[in-house]
């Protein structure tokens, strides 16, 4: 299967929303309280970058980099079960993204579900740094992990 990468539309919602993967729905339910669609909403609003992931079958993931601060953009990930029929190929793909949101955003930070280890996993091969062990974080007060990447300082 291949995969085609565009801008993320509010069309490209509903069908990652509908079959978004368990852990996805565990962690936003978590840290936001929010079902899938409007957690998919939420992160697709205000200023930021955010692509959808499609193969023939239509989107299978949407993620992002958010605004959250002058220079600090929170990444983001959201996906159906199909992902992993692609994985090798977003492996592969995940540090252009990232080039991309460093580019945008010179800070990178956000949290992700302490229970979800290949997240972590996928957050380190990305070249994301674990700082920060929150045991009470988000809506249901759960553990969180904060990751950050600083954009590289090129000396003259």
């Known amino acids: 299967m291949k995969t ?8 490209d919602v509903e069908p990652v929303a509908v079959g978004m993967r368990a852990r996805d729905v565990e962690e936003v339910r978590a840290a936001v309280g929010l079902d899938p669609r409007a957690a998919l909403l939420h992160s697709l609003e205000g ?12 989107p299978y993931a949407i993620f992002g980099v958010s605004h959250v601060a002058l220079d600090v953009g929170s990444p983001w990930f959201l996906a159906t079960d199909r992902m992993y029929q ?17 580019d945008r955003y010179p800070i990178l ?8 280890a290949d997240s972590i996993r996928w957050l380190r091969y990305g070249g994301f740094a674990f700082d920060k062990y929150i045991s009470d974080f988000g809506f249901e007060r759960r ?6 990447q600083v954009r590289p300082c090129v000396s003259p």
Request: charged share 25%; hydrophobic share 45%; glycine share 4%.
């Open 109 to 116: 930070m956000n949290y992700v579900d302490a229970r979800h």
């Open 4 to 11: 085609t990468v565009r801008a993320a539309l509010l069309d």
């Open 86 to 102: 692609h994985k090798k190929w977003f492996l592969r793909a995940t540090p252009v993204f990232v080039r991309h949101m460093l």
């Open 47 to 58: 200023d930021g970058l955010f692509w959808t992931l499609s193969d023939e079958d239509g």
């Open 143 to 148: 553990p969180f992990i904060r990751f950050t």
